[in-house]
């Protein structure tokens, strides 16, 4: 394999995803992270990452701090002590992108990992599937953004690790999330929620009724919840400008009125699908969302938040995203227990998620195709150097 990654990393990777189970292909997952990154280059968020890197060579990390253009893309120490550990280096932008990359993969490859000791068993086809679904509701390329996704699964990393060995130290160790991205704290305040509701489901029942109702009549909550002095204090001072607030309305607004049906129905069908399921399951087995009641509580609690703020789509978009992916979590440890092992025999539930893996990949490739379409960058290797691309306001060199 190390051969094949000299002539081919996409191969590599390839002949890596028939070996997942073993420890070895997730050392060449995150090496074809890096060619990727390397090749593909800064774009988008990571574009700004970029430019602010440059600013941290030939300075001090507590200069770093101080600095006004730094801490505006964020305060928190994740991304100013990467930026500087790389700056003692000088690396070029390939490298930083490179690096970018392979870092957010190792965290999600850690994520994935907490489920190791059930998926070395022999599981079902229809929970392999879910694994894959597991993999891909989040798309690949969110590395550009460096700060939230990375954050997103350093809480799922603990989260899951407390769900599954049910020692509270993982459930304190999952904020720190925090030092990633700040809005971590909507996820980690939730399952301190869900701690101190105790598994009433009557209580997150009601309170998903009421979030659905809030979001239905338009009443935008996330706004009325900023004026609070103390969630104020997770927000950057620019989130909390005017013309922030309005540019975020007006691309809500946008993306309401003129949506890409595709792109923007994928989660919610994904979600859909899994109540769906959840009320199969529950026809046959009333005590079903009493396993790993906490993990199930944890999505009707994230459903009811990310109703709360869909005014604001951003918030809206990245917290629907990350409660479908604790929803697929729940359901692959479901599955595994033996009073839920009869759905396995449904063979249009595999083709449906079979439909969702692969309409995932594909708007992924899709949603970038100007900056992957080059096909030296999927069938190259490092002899050859994929012209460096950036993506803004249309495609140039």
């Known amino acids: 394999m190390a051969l094949l990654y000299v002539v081919s990393p996409l191969m590599c990777f390839i002949v890596a995803l028939f070996y997942y189970k073993k420890t070895v292909s997730q050392f060449f997952f995150v090496a074809f992270a890096f060619y990727f990154g390397f090749q593909l280059g800064a774009n988008l968020d990571l574009m700004l990452h970029w430019d602010t890197y440059q600013l941290f060579l030939g300075h001090s990390l507590g200069e770093m701090y101080t600095n006004p253009t730094v801490l ?7 991304h100013i002590l990467l930026k500087w550990i790389l700056s003692r280096f ?28 059930f998926y070395l068993e022999h599981i079902s086809s229809l929970n392999v599937l879910v694994l894959a679904n597991i993999v891909v509701i ?32 993982f459930l304190v160790l999952s904020a720190t999330a925090m030092l990633f991205h700040v809005a971590m704290a909507t996820p980690v305040c939730v399952a301190v929620g869900v701690e101190l509701i105790r598994d009433n489901r009557i209580v997150e029942y009601v309170l998903l009724a009421i979030s659905f109702v809030i979001r239905f009549v338009g009443f935008q909550f996330d706004r009325f919840m900023q004026k609070n002095p103390l969630v104020q204090a997770f927000y950057k001072d620019n ?55 906490k993990l199930f509580g944890m999505v009707l609690m994230m459903l009811a938040v990310s109703n709360f703020g869909v005014s604001d789509l951003v918030f809206y978009e990245r ?71 950036e993506l803004e306001n249309g495609f140039k060199n």
């Open 319 to 389: 917290f629907l995203k990350l409660t479908t992916l604790i929803a697929y979590c729940w359901l692959f440890l479901a599955l595994l227990d033996p009073s839920n092992v009869w759905l396995s025999n449904h063979f249009i539930i595999k083709v449906i998620l079979l439909y969702f893996v692969s309409i995932s990949i594909l708007i992924a490739l899709v949603q970038q195709r100007m900056i992957i379409m080059d096909m030296a960058l999927w069938f190259g290797n490092f002899f050859y150097l994929v012209p460096l691309h």
């Open 239 to 293: 989130y909390q400008k005017d013309f922030y607030i309005e540019a975020i309305n007006k691309v809500t607004e946008e993306k309401y009125s003129n949506p890409n049906l595709v792109y923007t129905s994928r989660i919610p069908l994904m979600l859909t699908f899994f109540f769906f399921l959840v009320t199969f399951l529950w026809t046959r087995n009333k005590h079903v969302t009493k396993i790993y009641p």
């Open 138 to 169: 989040v798309e690949f390329y969110w590395y550009f953004g460096i700060r939230f996704w990375t954050a997103a699964f350093v809480f799922m990393i603990f989260y899951s690790r407390y769900i599954i060995t049910g020692k509270k130290k």
């Open 90 to 117: 000088d690396v070029s932008q390939r490298v930083f992108s490179g690096t970018a990359c392979s870092l957010y993969t190792i965290f999600v490859l850690t994520f994935i990992r907490q489920y190791k000791s």
């Open 72 to 78: 505006y893309q964020g305060q928190e120490p994740y």
